[in-house]
């Protein structure tokens, strides 16, 4: 009898043995992703959110990683440094984290930054533009241009393509708006321009009548609005109600179909640099996903995010590949020197955590974006 059992045992363990084998090849890796999901400014943490699982549903239905689900782990920052230091600790904090996507916002990057080095977590933030957010470790990345290449942007959108030469900018009165106001002016004076007026906006405010009272008085040629679409929509609203009517261009922010919808007609010639266009032929299946998932076009927020997590997973695999130990230090080392990635948003190959992409120029017409 025991013979037999032994023998009946020795036939079954193969059988058994499989199904354990494969829980074990099986074993999620875990990727954190934090943004701003809640309070102002929420449609840009939607579009980082939406685009990411939408690549996540893509690659499970390739098979995952290596044969591997891939378990994303989401957490809201909104849009506070401090709920994004305790939500990157949360994340650090989780066994088996390999990569962080996050956040929207330079000031949430960098207060999560020094938490993800500590802990040897690559950290990828589609948008944080403030060269700052790149100097904190070498584990972190960034999909976007710095804010010194976009100031530039910024400048050949009022000058070369709206003709203006004296320009008023308000900013945002926080890290990228600072940065972004002081960068742009700069790079319209060296180019021969003006600017009479560089001045802060609070966050969250609705009345600037009296700034607006400057620029009349002011008459310069165009207004660059360095804001969030929310003030930067209410601002150019009342800014066409007290009749002037100088040409207006934006940033990056503004590029998100959220600033038509607040601005209405107000937007309509407004013109913005982006480095996605979703009309763009080149673009048409992410385009096509996006939209047949969520309802309506990605914006630049979404493709930046979808690269980003596209060239995370990359790097996990190649990680994998190699046969070294799937750790958050391996896939930093695949992030800095893996070979350049051709996505939505243009190549991303990385230098000290920093990419450089060309810009497309678009503007608001029938109240929808067109190439300009």
Known sequence: MRLFRASVLAALLPI??????????AEPIKIGFFSHLSGNFAEYGTSFKNAVELYLDQLKEKGGIAGRPVELLIEDDRNSPQEAATVARKIVGTPGVVLAIGSWSTTSSMAAAPIFAEAKIPQISPTSSHPDFSKQSEYQFRQNNTDDILAQYNADTIQKKL???????????????????????????????????????????????????????????GVFLALPYQEASIFLQQLRQAGIDVPVGGGIPLTSPK???????????????TIFFAKDPANKEF????????????????????????????????????????????VRDELENGPPYKGVTGVTEYENGNVRKDPVFITVRNGQFELF
Do not use: C, M
């Not at 990228?176 to 600017?195: H, L, P």
């Open 163 to 221: 003709k203006a030469n004296t320009v008023v900018i308000p900013y945002s009165q926080d890290d990228w708006g600072v940065y972004t106001g002081r960068e742009t002016a700069k790079a319209i004076e060296k180019a021969g321009g003006k600017v009479p007026i560089l001045e802060s906006v609070q966050p969250g405010s609705r009345d600037f009548r009296p700034f607006i009272s400057k620029i009349r008085a002011a008459k310069p040629d």
């Open 259 to 273: 600033f038509i919808e607040l601005s209405g007609k107000a937007a309509e010639g407004v013109v913005l640099h």
């Open 16 to 25: 058994f043995a499989t199904p354990l084998v494969h829980a074990a090849e």
């Open 287 to 330: 385009t096509e996903a996006y939209q047949a998932k969520y309802g309506r076009l990605p914006d630049q927020f979404a493709a930046l995010a979808y690269d980003a997590i596209a060239v995370g997973t990359a790097a996990i695999q190649r990680v994998i590949e190699s046969g070294k130990p799937l750790t958050g230090e391996a």
